[in-house]
């Protein structure tokens, strides 16, 4: 932790606030100690191998000119381009309204969050979209994998080309008049983003230009040679076909990559991987061409395809939280690990260093501290109602309001922080403190620990633990406002 430099305005903020935030910190969600860690796992994606986002624009033109030429859609699509300024992840669809929003950790839309297309929908649109209230019900969102039955979360880095994509349809649509099927029209999108995957363009471009965009793969190299060097076991669970990951970690590693990792296991299918247990394991030889012969070990240096976690557990006994894996997608990588399955997990989230860059700045400081200031004194104020404080309680929410959604642009200017509403966490945060023990920018970040080094939640106070405002500080001063109000009831 690094403190504010002196002769700063950081003077007018309390003393706890004024340490900025380390961008390359591991944060706890859960108690950990690295010494009771014998085996660590691994997504490659956007774990292993961190991407530059140089690689949207690159997913979203070519999902683009598919919907264009292969699904027939208007020519004039082809005029947008990738905005990466956009869209934040984290936010949730709702495919029959056309409505991209970001929720609460409550289930409430954050007003001034909504769009339809490119274009905001007003507040008021949206309460009446919704029966008269901001709040989403649970039916809607409850789907454990972030999917409700109208509702889609995007939860991983590669769906923020996706959000733009589909934004710019239903933009072209609507601009023109054009009818269309809202659930047609999702569809094809979403179909469109994962034939880029499917047909492995992603794959050719990130191949002849990985100094373009692998990032920090010398890093990526440390972690693993570090945590070996130690005694650990490693091992890789990941989507990807072998072709591509392997060409990845010897451009990251060298060629002996996979005498750092005891299990290699490739198209593993996740999330299906940690929940059917039909898929058997297969063997892969150099070329990538498939063994017939029944799997009963896994061995070191061998590659092995799909499978299931519960042959997985048999085969390595690697159990319970002894195991920590790593990974950057909440749902698919690490729900089942930590809720059914007991592992310690790692969440890998990128955005988290811009994030704190932000919050460390004195604008947002500045900016958060007087909007605390306010709602403590609106909070104190509202019982007086003489019409003098009634205006002095409006200009007051006024200027909180405006405060919010100044500290709200300085993140994203549509949707703002990942993290947080305008005072709730996110829907995303909640998910994220749920299915994660620590979570952290890059794996590059366990290079500032020892590999025995014991991670301590902060203790976050509750509403009750930590009063914020002096009224509620001095029990000396506390009163009923309303007693006289209540005598009749006795």
């Known amino acids: 932790m690094t403190t504010c430099p002196e002769g700063s305005s950081s003077d007018l903020l309390p003393p706890e606030v004024c340490s900025l935030l380390n961008p390359a910190a591991i944060y706890a969600n859960n108690e950990i100690s690295l010494r009771d860690v014998e085996v660590y796992g691994f997504d490659y994606d956007y774990t292993l191998a961190q991407y530059a986002d140089a690689l949207h624009p690159e997913i979203f033109t070519a999902a683009r000119d598919i919907l264009i030429e292969h699904y027939k859609y208007p020519e004039g699509i082809r005029k947008y381009d990738y905005n990466p300024s956009f869209a934040i992840r984290g936010l949730h669809y709702d495919i029959q309204k056309s409505l991209l929003m970001k929720i609460d950790a409550f289930h409430y839309v954050q007003l001034g969050t909504a ?28 789907g454990f994998y972030g999917k409700g039955p109208s509702i889609k979360q995007f939860m991983d880095i590669f769906s923020l080309p996706e959000m733009a994509l589909l934004s710019c349809v239903v933009d072209h649509f609507l601009g023109h008049g054009l009818e269309f099927d809202q659930a047609h029209l999702y569809k094809d999108v979403t179909d469109a983003i994962r034939d880029v995957h499917v047909k492995g363009l992603m794959y050719q471009w990130i191949e002849r230009d990985m100094e373009k965009y692998i990032l920090r793969g010398d890093e990526t190299f440390a972690v693993l040679s570090r945590l070996v060097a130690h005694g650990k076991q490693l091992f890789l669970i990941t989507n990807s076909p072998f072709s591509f990951v392997d060409k990845g970690m010897r451009h990251m590693v060298g060629p002996d990559w996979r005498q750092l990792f005891d299990v290699v296991i490739v198209q593993a299918d996740k999330p299906s991987f940690f929940t059917d247990r039909r898929k058997p394991f297969r063997k892969l030889d150099e070329k990538g061409s498939l063994h017939w012969d029944r799997i009963t070990r896994l061995e070191k240096g061998k590659i092995y395809r799909q499978g299931n976690l519960f042959d997985f557990l048999r085969l390595t006994e690697w159990r319970g939280p002894r195991v920590l894996y790593f990974g950057d997608h909440l749902y698919s990588d ?45 909070e104190r104020m509202q019982t007086y109602q003489d019409a003098e404080s009634k205006q002095v309680l409006a200009a007051w929410m006024k200027e909180r309001q405006e405060l919010r959604y100044i ?84």
């Open 334 to 378: 690490l729900a089942d690990l930590m809720l059914r399955h007991g592992w310690r997990t790692g969440a890998i989230i990128p955005e988290l260093e811009r994030e704190i860059r932000i919050i460390n700045t004195e604008q947002y400081m500045h900016s958060l501290t007087w909007q605390q200031a306010l709602t403590g004194l609106l």
């Open 115 to 142: 769009y339809r297309g490119l274009q905001p929908v007003p507040d008021e649109e949206v309460i009446d979209l919704y029966g008269g209230t901001q709040h989403i019900p649970l039916y809607q969102m409850s």
């Open 407 to 490: 500290t709200k642009a300085l993140f994203n200017a549509q949707f703002g922080s990942i993290f947080r509403t305008f005072h709730n966490p996110t829907y995303f945060s909640r998910r994220l403190v749920r299915f994660s023990d620590l979570y952290m920018a890059s794996l590059s970040c366990l290079l500032n620990y020892r590999v025995d080094f014991t991670f301590y939640p902060r203790r976050t106070p509750l509403q009750h633990e930590a009063p914020l405002w002096m009224d509620q500080l001095c029990t000396g001063c506390m009163k009923t406002p309303f007693l006289g109000d209540m005598a009749h009831i006795r």
